[in-house]
């Protein structure tokens, strides 16, 4: 029922901009991008992003051809989110919406 479903999305520029990571970068092909939180601090909880090889408790999406982990304990915490990526005067890199 909810094998479609994918918790998180990513935008068309952040998917143009990974892709060029992954390509510049030589990021092994058995590696995906991780999309996670980590707890701690007084903030709570931070969302995050890295390239990282898949874990026995993951889940897994192909989003525009990039394969994307998300542990399963994490999904709650990701639904709704998209992953963007900015590049303006004010600032440069990932973001969470």
Same mark, same amino acid.
């Not at 990571?21 to 007084?42: A, S």
């Given at each position: 029922?909810?094998?479609?479903?994918?918790?998180?999305?990513?935008?068309?520029?952040?998917?143009?901009?990974?892709?060029?990571?992954?390509?510049?970068?030589?990021?092994?092909?058995?590696?995906? &991008?991780?999309?996670? +939180?980590? @707890?701690?601090?007084?903030?709570?909880?931070?969302?995050?992003?890295?390239?990282?090889?898949? %874990? $026995?408790?993951? &889940?897994?999406?192909? +989003?525009? @051809?990039?394969?994307?982990?998300?542990?399963?304990?994490?999904?709650?915490?990701?639904?709704? %989110? $998209?992953?963007?990526?900015?590049?303006?005067?004010?600032?440069?890199?990932?973001?969470?919406?």
């Amino acid at each position: 029922m909810f094998d479609n479903i994918r918790p998180v999305s990513i935008s068309s520029r952040a998917c143009e901009e990974i892709h060029h990571i992954m390509k510049t970068k030589g990021i092994p092909p058995e590696y995906g &991008l991780r999309v996670g +939180i980590r @707890g701690g601090g007084c903030g709570g909880l931070s969302l995050i992003i890295g390239f990282d090889k898949k %874990k $026995e408790t993951d &889940l897994t999406y192909v +989003i525009d @051809g990039i394969t994307v982990y998300v542990d399963k304990k994490h999904t709650m915490y990701l639904i709704g %989110k $998209e992953v963007d990526f900015v590049d303006d005067a004010e600032a440069r890199g990932f973001m969470f919406k």
